[in-house]
């Protein structure tokens, strides 16, 4: 049943994009007869190529929901943890509001950052931010950019893709995009634009997109509002150049950790037919820092053991240590000695030193863009922590 669902999933999301099997297979880094296997029902994706479905999911373009859809028909967990924009409850709404708020009153430049880290999306829950978009802007007025993926793409498909997207004609290059929104822009009107994935493709050209945007924001004050969302990538062109940096002039918004009510609506969602008190809501995110996929995990634990917090802590404790999500965040980290000491080091501290906009050591930023530690505290007394003695444990067993 798997097989077949997976199958005609991957057939039709090809489709979607007139993708060939070569061409999926160049861009995951797999062979053709692998990625043909695949779309025939013959073989499913395992465990251990999951990282090479992601890229596939990422290289066909698609949203958070439709990625989750693609891993269980593949037997694998979801990808994006909690996330179903059916539904017309939102978690996070308080959240979205203030983001399109600030943006609007945002001078001279309407331009946000908003930064997520590992397993939240980028954004999360887009469709539910693009019909809060319409309401506020308008429809017509309302666009969404998606970069095309694929690495091997030129200056030319890669705009051209994105004119299509944004219901412009015959764009085959950087200048004809620019001049297409231009020209909208010239005419008065008020235009938002939300980019989600933006790092996605190559350096050069996701700098070349913010350039052109970036340009176009000052060069019509006012009348440009940009969402730009994206990770560590993206942050770069916020900090990495200081004044000199492409999206300096940007404010920056990260994703929030979920609190209790928005706990609650994401566990309505995902598991309709189980009630949890709030109380044990509480315990299993403290136990989880935050952190959605292992919160997912949790969840899907406790319901499947019709199991208790009370009663049976430890053994969910167990199970998350073996989370398969956080040894493949860990493991990029032990691929030579001078890291692997550096991250021992660092899984033996408590303290990981004081928050900054932007992290400097590479070990710290891609930890943290990894989302294995976050911020606590704010201004001043804002340090850098692990998530949780889970993730902690899970990085030791990782060493050993």
Known sequence: M?????????????????ASAAGVAAEIGLSRESVNNWRNGTSLPSARSRDSLHACARYLRLTETETNLFFAAAGLAPEFPLQNEEINETPFAEFMDQLFVRLAQSTPYPITLLLSQAHWGQ???????????RVQYGEKATLHIQPPYSISADSSEYFAAIGRQCGFENVSSDYEFEAALEQRLQA?????????????????LREALAGILRSLSEMHGGRLHLLLCGGEALADLKYRSGDLSLLNIAQVSHWPDADTEDLHILVKQRWPDHVIASSRLTALASMCGGHPALFEEGMQWLVDNQASMENDAAALRTFLTHSARLWQTFLPLTQNPASLLRLRSLLETDDLGRARPYLQDEDLRRLFWGNLIHVRGQGDQARLCWRCDIIREAGLMVLE
């Open 123 to 133: 954004p999360p829950f887009r469709e539910k931010l693009l019909a809060r978009a």
């Open 2 to 18: 798997f097989s077949d669902t997976f199958s005609h999933l991957l057939s039709q999301y090809m489709r979607r994009i007139r």
């Open 188 to 204: 008065g009107e008020r235009v938002f634009c939300l980019v989600s994935r933006f790092e996605q493709g190559t350096p050069v």
